[in-house]
């Protein structure tokens, strides 16, 4: 599978739950793995890959990258189990 990280993210209850995967850009793997190629539209998939960015990076120790999760509207990320 591709390098991803994966976000759990709950409601005001234990039962409301959102589930998603972060991915980094441009891994080899994407078009081998199962779990993004289900996401059938192209921009939804695209919206799961995270964008590097400079600014937040700090040398010698880390890279950063910017991803947002948007829990609605044409722009929401895709979820796992009802998306």
């Known amino acids: ?3 991803h990280i ?3 993210l709950f ?3 234990f039962t409301q739950r959102l589930v998603t995967q972060m991915y980094f ?3 080899p793997l994407f078009a081998y793995d199962p779990i993004l190629q289900s996401v059938t539209d192209e921009s939804a998939r695209q919206r799961l890959v995270a964008a590097y960015d400079h600014g937040l990076s700090r040398p010698e120790w880390s890279l950063g990258y ?3 999760i948007v829990l609605d509207g044409p722009s929401a990320t895709w979820i796992e189990e009802g998306r």
Do not use: I, K, L, M
Request: no cysteine; hydrophobic share 25%.
């Open 1 to 3: 599978r591709p390098a």
């Open 6 to 8: 994966h976000f759990s």
């Open 11 to 13: 409601g005001t209850a």
């Open 25 to 27: 850009p441009n891994d």
């Open 66 to 68: 910017r991803w947002d």
